[in-house]
């Protein structure tokens, strides 16, 4: 009477180094985040179309926590070509959100040297960073970032109205 349904997966692309995150832009494009620093884009079938971003020199990816972390378009990104990520920096590991822009001439490609940083955050220890970034149906920037390391809070960030961490942001 209740059967589950049958399911199958399919492998739609490959070859990726330590992927953790893929979003759209909202056209049909689909973009794959390596935690070392890469963007990828892909066509709707899977297909690479080109390397949309590439920071891996800014990015310090060394302990499993770290590195390019989150990927967020913006909603008028069609309009203005904008989109954030999240990433822990080279030489200090601390959390940095900034946005980036989207070359004129190629929509496959963004422009590395147009970083903005919008928040940098101290990160105390190499894990718990968050770094997952989306945009709301209220068209705020939500920010995660993590209680900066230790299991179970040992700093009690969380709870600290004074550090970004331990909190989502808007």
């Known amino acids: 009477l209740f059967a589950q349904p049958k399911i199958q997966l399919v492998n ?20 794959i985040v390596e935690r070392d620093g890469l963007i990828w884009v892909l066509d709707s079938l899977g297909n690479r179309l080109d390397t949309f971003l590439n920071i891996d020199a800014r990015v310090n990816s060394t ?3 770290q590195g390019l972390l989150g990927l967020a378009f913006d909603p008028n990104y069609a309009s ?20 980036f822009s989207v070359r004129a001439n190629n929509p496959n490609e963004a422009d590395p040297n147009s970083e903005f940083t919008v928040l940098e955050q101290f990160q105390p220890a190499w894990n718990h960073n968050g770094g997952c970034l989306k945009f709301g149906p ?15 809070d040992t ?14 942001l808007r």
């Not at 739609?12 to 973009?31: K, N, T, Y």
């Not at 209220?138 to 993590?146: A, E, K, T």
């Not at 700093?155 to 331990?166: A, I």
């Open 12 to 31: 739609f692309a490959s070859g990726f180094d330590l992927p953790l995150a893929i979003e759209h832009c909202g056209d049909s494009r689909f973009f």
């Open 63 to 65: 302990q499993n926590e």
């Open 80 to 99: 203005n070509g904008y989109f954030y990520v999240d990433y822990t920096k080279n030489g200090t590991g601390d959390t940095r959100v900034a946005r």
């Open 138 to 152: 209220d068209g705020y920037l939500y920010i995660s970032f993590g209680d900066g390391g230790g299991a179970n």
């Open 155 to 168: 700093q009690n960030y969380g709870q600290n109205k004074k550090t970004f961490l331990g909190k989502i």
